[in-house]
C-alpha cells in the first residue's frame, strides 16, 4: 500500500493544478468520509462531486469554529 502524501503537499499540487480534487480527496485522511458522503447522496466519486464535498465540510468546519470560537459574543 502507497504511503499518503501530506495535506499540505496535496494542497500545493491542487493549486498548480497538478491533481484534480478527486485525487486530492482519496489521498487525504478524509477518503472514507467522501466515500460515504458520495453513497449517501448517490453520487459517483468524481471531481466535481469531490470538489463540491471539500466546499461543503470546509464550510462545516468554518460554521463550527465560529460557534466554538470563545470570543464569538452570542456564544459566551
Request: aromatic share 12%; hydrophobic share 30%.
Amino acid at each position: 500500500m502507497s504511503e499518503k502524501m501530506k495535506y499540505e503537499e496535496l494542497v500545493e499540487l491542487l493549486q498548480e493544478g497538478k491533481i484534480g480534487y478527486l485525487r486530492f480527496v482519496m489521498e487525504c485522511e478524509n477518503e472514507q468520509d467522501y466515500l460515504e458522503w458520495c453513497r449517501t447522496h448517490g453520487t459517483d466519486p468524481s471531481d466535481e462531486s469531490a470538489e463540491f464535498y471539500i466546499e461543503q465540510t470546509d464550510i462545516g468546519q468554518m460554521d463550527r469554529q465560529v460557534m466554538d470560537d470563545e470570543d464569538y459574543g452570542i456564544w459566551n
